[in-house]
C-alpha cells in the first residue's frame, strides 16, 4: 500500500508550523494553537523531503525576498469554500480587502458573514493569504492563527 500523506514541521517568526501534503500537493499549513487546526490523518508520515520546495519559499516569504507562491494546493473543503480560498489567492501581497468586498468580488454580496466563516476554515494559511481580509472598518477580525500572527503577517507585507 502506497502511503499518501505526509508533513513536516518547520520554524517560523510565527512559530512552529505544520505542513501537510499528498506528496503531490500541499493540503494543509497550521500554526500552533491554531484554531479548526485537524489532526495528523492517521498513517500520516514525517517526511521533509515531500515538502522542499514549500519550506524554501516559505523561507524566502519570511526573509522578504517572495511575493508569490508557486506551491501545488489541495486544501479540501465545500465548493463556496474553495470559490473563496481561491479569491483569498487573488488578493495581491501587502494589499488588504474587506469580507464585504471578498463576498462582492465572487458574486455573493450578501455573504460576507459566509466568507468570514470559509476564510476562518482557510487549511492552508499564508499561502492562501486569509490574513489580508479585515472587517469593514478595517479593522483587524478573527484569525485563526491569532490575532497577534494575523497583525505580524500584514506589518511584515508592509514593510516591503
Known amino acids: 500500500m502506497i502511503n499518501n ?5 518547520v520554524d517560523s517568526p510565527l512559530g512552529v508550523l ?16 491554531q484554531k479548526h487546526r485537524p489532526a495528523l490523518p492517521l ?9 522542499v520546495s514549500v519550506r524554501d519559499q516559505l523561507a524566502a516569504y519570511f526573509a522578504g525576498e517572495l511575493q508569490h507562491f508557486d506551491v501545488p494546493l489541495a486544501g479540501i473543503g465545500t465548493q463556496f469554500q474553495q470559490r473563496v480560498w481561491q479569491a483569498l489567492c487573488e488578493i495581491p501581497y501587502g494589499v488588504t480587502e474587506s469580507y ?5 468580488r465572487i458574486g455573493k454580496p450578501s455573504a460576507s458573514r459566509a466568507v468570514g466563516m470559509a476564510n476562518g476554515r ?28 494575523k497583525q505580524w503577517l500584514l506589518a511584515h507585507e508592509r514593510r516591503r
Do not use: K, Q, W
Open 100 to 104: 464585504g468586498a471578498l463576498a462582492a
Open 5 to 9: 500523506s505526509y508533513y513536516s514541521e
Open 18 to 33: 505544520t505542513l501537510t501534503g499528498n506528496g503531490d500537493a500541499l493540503t494543509g499549513l497550521y500554526m500552533t494553537a
Open 122 to 149: 482557510n487549511p492552508i494559511g499564508i499561502i492562501v493569504p486569509c490574513h489580508r481580509v479585515l472587517g469593514a472598518s478595517g479593522a483587524l477580525t478573527g484569525y485563526g492563527g491569532g490575532l497577534e500572527r
Open 43 to 51: 498513517n500520516c508520515v514525517h517526511d521533509d523531503n515531500v515538502f
